[in-house]
């Protein structure tokens, strides 16, 4: 299927009208810009292609909402033929019926051109609203793209929903859905991490994607945003540590630079490797980095799981060894 690069990595294209936020997403996942400063970014205006030095190197490919993507001047095997998953941004506190709409005709370009694209829809900018105006509105855009679908003999299939917000955890949860999708592995490491969790009584685990903080896989119990929020704000406090002791993360910086070629050898000894085990909020938090751009973290419950720190090492050993055959890269 199409739904990786030539490079072999999922990629996604963020689309939506002016000012439903495509800037501000990609600033905050990506660039860790603090979510007030995107009030001071300029709108997309061109099309941007950033190359993501994360574990997955996907790209988001930012577009300028009123790009005319049938126009025959305009390139679609380079902009879709390698596309996994499309997000479509749209302003949840605007009037979004004209976004739609364009939504819509999209889908029915998509399913006719590229239907293995699947499309994600973030409705964007859900902090402020109501839960009544917010469920309504939700509802609204969901039944209109449905009905639309359905007019055109099109299946739903491949479009999903988010409700999504900066200034939150949940745009990082949409994108941790979202690029869960694109990666074949997925079945394969979700089970790894059961097992982890089963042997090492954790209560939960999450592989997560340093640079962005999205969680590429988790094990297969079931999940809340409060185990997230506390794995996500550790994953931070490793950020700033590996400056310091742990991998050399210094050619992350500058998303939108030429790819740097790696050495695959340098910065990956597990002596560099940081493993941390400590009590958080009244439960314990083990945490490894598995390589470069994937840590672990590991949310054990408030008992003491000290005296089988060795029975945990040993674990987490076997499971990032096999990663490495998961994942040869
Ligand atoms: P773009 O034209 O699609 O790239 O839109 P921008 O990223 O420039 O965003 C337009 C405006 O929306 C900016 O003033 C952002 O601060 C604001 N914005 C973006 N995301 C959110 C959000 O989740 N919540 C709120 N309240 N505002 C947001």
Same mark, same amino acid.
Do not use: C, K, M, W
């Given at each position: 299927p199409n739904?990786?690069?030539?490079?072999?990595k999922p990629r996604l294209l963020l689309m939506g009208q002016r000012r439903s936020g495509k800037s501000s997403i990609s600033s905050v996942v990506f660039h860790k810009l603090p979510p007030p400063e995107t009030l001071y970014l300029e709108t997309t205006t061109r099309i941007k292609k950033e190359y993501m030095h994360s574990f997955m190197d996907f790209q988001v490919w930012d577009f300028p909402g009123h790009l005319n993507y049938t126009d025959p001047s305009f390139d679609t095997e380079? =902009?879709?033929?390698? @596309?996994? *998953?499309? =997000?479509w941004v749209i302003? *949840?506190?605007?009037?979004?019926?004209?976004?739609v709409t364009k939504l819509n005709e999209l889908i029915q370009y998509l399913q006719e051109n590229y239907p293995e694209i699947i499309v994600e829809v973030f409705i964007h900018k859900v902090d402020g609203l109501s839960d009544d105006y917010l469920s309504d509105t939700y509802q609204i855009i969901v039944d209109r793209v449905q009905?639309?679908?359905?007019?055109?003999?099109?299946?739903?299939?491949?479009?999903?929903?988010?409700?999504?917000? @900066?200034?939150?955890h949940s745009i990082y949860e949409a994108f941790s859905k979202v690029i869960q999708k694109l990666i074949f592995e997925i079945g394969p490491l979700e089970s790894l991490l059961t097992t982890l969790c089963a042997n090492c009584k954790m209560e939960k685990a999450y592989l997560f994607d340093v640079l962005s903080k999205i969680y590429i896989a988790s094990d297969l119990s079931p999940s809340d945003s409060s185990s997230?929020? =506390?794995?996500?704000e550790y994953v931070d406090l490793v950020v700033d540590i590996s400056e310091i002791y742990g991998w050399d993360r210094n050619e992350l910086e500058g998303g939108d630079t030429e790819q740097i070629e790696e050495d695959p050898e340098v910065g990956n000894q597990d002596a560099e490797s940081l493993i941390v085990l400590e009590k958080k909020n009244g439960s314990y938090l083990y945490l490894k980095e598995i390589n470069k751009y994937l840590a672990l973290i590991c949310i054990m419950g408030d008992d003491s799981p000290t005296d089988r720190k060795a029975l945990i090492d040993y674990n987490v050993g076997v499971f990032q060894e096999t990663l490495k055959q998961i994942f040869p890269r």
């Open positions: 739904s990786r690069a030539n490079d072999g380079e =902009i879709f033929g390698e @596309i996994g *998953a499309l =997000i302003d *949840a506190q605007d009037d979004f019926f004209d976004a009905d639309e679908l359905e007019d055109s003999g099109h299946p739903l299939g491949n479009v999903s929903f988010h409700r999504t917000s @900066i200034y939150d997230y929020e =506390i794995s996500s």
